[in-house]
T-cell receptor, first 113, second 114 residues
Framework: GNSVTQMEGPVTLSEEAFLTINCTYTATGYPSLFWYVQYPGEGLQLLLK?????DKGSNKGFEATYRKETTSFHLEKGSVQVSDSAVYFCALILWGGSEKLVFGKGTKLTVNP | DADVTQTPRNRITKTGKRIMLECSQT?????MYWYRQDPGLGLQLIYYSFDVKDINKGEISDGYSVSRQAQAKFSLSLESAIPNQTALYFC?????????????FGPGTRLTVL
């Protein structure tokens, strides 16, 4: 089946630290990959996306590269801010089938000043 | 105004009660979804609808039902609520025919079943 595995949290960093949140996937076909972010008290919103191998998604200083050979889509940011504190979800979707998002369990990030 | 709205935002109810959660969208999207979020479990799909006449079960539909009253409205019902349905519920929408099929989420409804 199709699944997404994220590193378990919570992750606690100091402001300006480097962030990596690991995400690997299993898929029966060729998925598109996403990172969603959930700020406290809010719904999820799309952070970035990639639709084919070697694509790099980027937004708000965050980046993730679609690595087909390692089935990974790790999220990185060079210098985190307090405002980045949130829960981050990796997700995939397979086209031509059910076309439903499959989410990882989420990783909670706390950034301290 | 928010594009995807959910009512109520918070609800406390008792075991055995019937509960309806409502979702409305002004984005003009055909596809709508209901998810449940539990701590440490991510989001699980309850039901989804690709158009007004198309309703499909998701991963965890038992104990839930839905109604797609119009393109803009998708309601989730718990016919007889039980405590393990205590969770955060999200509605989402997406356009059909989109390469990325990005989903847009509502703010969530926090449901507590006592």
């Amino acid at each position: 089946g199709n699944s997404v595995t994220q590193m378990e949290g919570p992750v606690t960093l100091s402001e300006e630290a480097f962030l990596t949140i690991n995400c690997t996937y299993t898929a029966t076909g060729y998925p598109s990959l996403f990172w969603y972010v959930q700020y406290p008290g809010e719904g999820l919103q799309l952070l970035l996306k990639a639709t084919k191998a070697d694509d790099k998604g980027s937004n708000k200083g965050f980046e993730a590269t679609y690595r087909k050979e390692t089935t990974s889509f790790h999220l990185e940011k060079g210098s985190v801010q307090v405002s980045d504190s949130a829960v981050y979800f990796c997700a995939l979707i397979l086209w031509g089938g059910s076309e439903k998002l499959v989410f990882g369990k989420g990783t909670k990030l706390t950034v301290n000043p | 105004d928010a594009d995807v709205t959910q009512t109520p935002r918070n609800r406390i109810t008792k075991t055995g009660k019937r509960i309806m959660l409502e979702c409305s969208q002004t984005k003009g999207h055909d596809r709508m979804y209901w998810y449940r979020q539990d701590p440490g479990l991510g989001l699980q799909l309850i039901y989804y609808s690709f158009d007004v006449k198309d309703i499909n079960k998701g991963e965890i539909s038992d104990g839930y039902s839905v109604s797609r009253q119009a393109q803009a409205k998708f309601s989730l019902s718990l016919e007889s609520a039980i405590p393990n349905q205590t969770a955060l519920y999200f509605c989402a929408t997406s356009p059909s025919g989109s390469t990325y099929n990005e989903q847009f989420f509502g703010p969530g409804t926090r449901l507590t079943v006592l």
